[in-house]
């Protein structure tokens, strides 16, 4: 089909596999054409083919994806306001009166605490603050980091250390560089050995066409005790297990899980210095609102507290690495090793 290409696998470069799950665009619905997910034979990589080419795929973004895109204060302030409200604990205790409506946007609100490495890294290395260099791979309009908020944003932190962004998209672009920010529109414009000592890439590894050049990138560009910090869908989840087509495509290109990363990181010369896989409520009751899940469930009818209950039932799940998220630090391998 035009604007689409079939491929082999960008690990191991086979051409068998199987076909491991079909899905048409559930989420942004711009487009209805299926596309097939399939698995390599070889070393397991799971990867949407045939699937829209580099050329093409900005037309299956939606113009209000969330992330290229700036939110107004009045937004921000509601946003702050509902999320404070989640955790409240008299909230909690009068969820069962509250409308389902308001049960729902409450719990669309709630998410795991999970320390920032980001900003984990910068207090440990406080007498080299000034001098850090953080490289963020997919960030954005440079507003919010996706899970960890504004406060590790890439406008948050170019008050305090050296930052660059990657972002393909040019209205996001556009953003970062009114803010005086130093952005490229990928990662081959930006050169190699640069020294990074921070390398992020928030959920935006499984949207790029060929993983292995961003492993390669990090591999060439970090510095010895810097970090990398991948954050991706889990497809060892437990909601995959529940419905392999929980998927976001055709924009999801590639569905890692733990063992494929450690895979691509040995390959480059990098080992997973730490793990964590999390998980919340929302992502079952939008599953299930999409008829992705069976409703015997009831995911949906849960109210606040009960959400509450279910993510620390949760956390042993997410303990055992079937977490619907998944994050990794990676460091470079010495010498010695």
């Keep these: 089909m035009k604007g689409e290409e079939k491929i082999v696998c960008d690990f191991c470069g086979s051409d068998n596999y199987t076909l491991y799950a ?16 399939v698995k390599c034979s070889e070393c397991g990589l799971i990867y949407t083919n045939p699937r829209p080419t580099e050329e093409s795929i900005s037309k299956y973004y939606s113009s209000k994806y969330n992330f290229h895109s700036k939110n107004g204060l009045l937004k921000n302030f509601i946003k702050f306001v509902f999320k404070i409200l989640s955790k409240n604990f008299f909230v909690r205790a009068i969820s069962t009166l509250l409308p389902k409506r308001l049960n729902l946007l409450f719990i669309s609100f709630l998410k795991p605490k999970i320390s920032d ?14 001098n850090l260099r953080f490289i963020d791979i997919g960030c954005g309009s440079g507003f919010n980091a996706n899970f960890w908020g504004k406060q590790s944003s890439l406008i948050k932190l170019s008050k305090i250390i050296k930052v660059i962004g990657v972002e393909i998209s040019d209205h996001a672009r556009q953003n970062l560089m009114e803010n005086d920010i130093e952005s490229y529109k990928n990662i081959y414009e930006i050169g190699k050995k640069n020294n990074y000592d921070i390398i992020r890439l928030n959920w935006s590894l499984e949207h790029v066409h060929y993983p292995s050049k961003y492993f390669e990138f990090i591999s060439l560009n970090l510095t010895q005790n810097g970090i990398a910090i991948i954050c991706v869908p889990n497809n060892d989840g437990m909601i995959y297990k529940l419905n392999r087509s929980c998927l976001e495509l055709p924009i999801h290109l590639y569905h890692f899980n733990l063992e494929i990363l450690k895979k691509f990181a040995e390959k480059y010369n990098l080992y997973i210095h730490d793990h964590k896989s999390f998980s919340y409520p929302s992502m079952y009751t939008f599953a299930e609102e999409l008829n992705l899940i069976p409703s015997k469930y009831k995911f949906r009818e849960m109210n606040l507290n009960l959400a509450h209950n279910f993510m620390k039932i949760h956390e042993i799940i997410d303990d055992n690495n079937l977490g619907n998220d998944l994050m990794v630090i990676l460091k470079k391998k010495s010498k010695t090793l």
């Design 22 to 37: 079909k899905q048409t665009d559930i989420i942004h619905r711009t487009t209805k054409r299926y596309f097939s997910v």
């Design 117 to 130: 490495p980001v900003i984990e890294y910068m207090d440990k290395n406080l007498i080299k603050k000034k």
